[in-house]
């Protein structure tokens, strides 16, 4: 039959979707996330593949709008990368390429609508030279951003790649792992992306009654309100100053009244009225900014004790910590109050703390 002819019954052949064009993007994350970057990347690729890049990155395709990918919660940064086949960074000036390079560029900054970026700067070895300048000067001309060799927004990695040159541009103004609801810092406080993989791996419910002990400035804790509303969500720790910083953060997330504060210890008995507790979070002391190494066997033996003592039969209880000896030890001591279901070594800023997802028995 002819294109465009109708079939012997009248009706139109079915028309072709349109083929979506995909997008290269790698997706950067702390060394040993991989697994629950990979499971929370599902959400955007499906089931497309997803290759490792480094042990800090992995690529895939991405067909849907990149705004979406600002959204993922265990990634420091999502990049969208272009290839090009040329012998050095000023040759993507050329008629060919040119345009791709400006078309990426935008848009990567357009990519966060809340917070559209307009400057650029360059991470590349030897950003100052004068080739790097001209690229600069050509991007700047035809985006009309800004280049602010120091705080420009939009990033640009350019690297060699075959016998070509990758350009990787960051989407958004900043780290993805810079969270927006941060309003008061904290010296102790954990790193977001780690925070988030600690919820993932509680297989977060919006049944769940959770609390977080020791819960400092409240990054778990918002980070789980994030993910899932929850039944009952509870912080408690110590330091007033920890707790007014939690406050603010779960106010920079709009969680204001999703969760009860308490200023206390947690032997104490108030902040547990809520409980029994399905999920327990928590990332006590590393003995470095705060807390000291030589009471950390004593704490980690409470925190066992105290969050089984709250725990609903079956709960999953997270941590994070530092302490690998002190924590085998510990756990060793309380086998009969929780089963290990899985350990994950994390590599951040020097530190290589672990994640321990146990069960209750
Ligand atoms: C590593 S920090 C937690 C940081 C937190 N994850 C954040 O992102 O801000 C450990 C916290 O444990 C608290 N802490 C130490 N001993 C405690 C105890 N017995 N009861 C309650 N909190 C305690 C400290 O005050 C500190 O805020």
Same mark, same amino acid.
């Given at each position: 039959m002819a294109r465009g002819t109708r079939s012997a019954r009248g009706a139109r052949p079915p028309r072709k979707a349109p083929e979506k064009v995909g997008r290269r993007v790698e997706f950067t994350f702390l060394p040993g996330l991989e697994a629950v970057v990979r499971d929370e990347l599902r959400s955007v690729v499906g089931d497309k593949p997803v290759t490792s890049v480094r042990e800090d990155a992995v690529a895939a395709t991405v067909t849907g709008p990149l705004h979406t990918l600002m959204a993922l919660r265990t990634v420091v940064a999502p990049f969208l990368v272009l290839h090009a086949d040329? /012998? %050095? /960074?000023?040759? !993507? !000036?050329d008629g060919r390429q040119f345009p791709r390079l400006v078309e990426t560029v935008r848009d990567a900054a357009n990519a966060d609508r809340r917070a559209v970026s307009r400057s650029f700067r360059i991470d590349a070895a030897? %950003?100052?030279s004068a080739g790097f300048r001209q690229v600069a000067d050509q991007i700047a001309a035809a985006t009309r951003m800004r280049h602010d /060799?120091?705080?420009?927004t939009t990033l640009l990695r350019f690297r060699r790649s075959g016998e070509g040159w990758d350009v990787l541009v960051r989407l958004g103004n900043r780290p993805l792992s810079a969270r927006t609801w941060r309003r008061s810092g904290y010296v102790? $406080? $954990?790193?977001a992306t780690v925070a988030a993989a600690m919820v993932r791996l509680s297989r977060p419910s919006p049944d769940d009654r959770v609390a977080a002990l020791m819960c400092g400035s409240g990054t778990i804790l918002v980070e789980r309100l994030l993910a899932a509303p929850s039944r009952v969500a509870v912080g408690v720790d110590l330091a007033a100053d920890a707790i007014a910083a939690a406050q603010e953060n779960l106010a920079g997330a709009g969680l204001t009244g999703r969760a009860r504060l308490f200023t206390a210890d947690i032997a104490d008995q108030e902040w547990a009225a809520g409980g029994p507790f399905d999920v327990l979070l928590s990332d006590p002391p590393w003995g470095d900014k705060i807390g000291d190494h030589a009471g950390n066997e004593e704490l980690h033996t409470l925190l066992l004790r105290r969050a089984h003592d709250v725990a609903a039969p079956g709960a999953r209880l997270v941590v994070l910590t530092h302490e690998i000896k002190i924590m085998a030890r510990c756990l060793t001591a309380a086998k009969d109050l929780w089963r290990p279901v899985s350990e994950q070594k994390v590599f951040n800023k020097g530190h290589h703390p672990r994640i321990y997802v146990l069960r209750r028995r």
């Open positions: 040329v /012998p %050095r /960074p000023t040759s !993507l !000036l030897g %950003r100052d /060799p120091q705080e420009g102790a $406080a $954990a790193n």
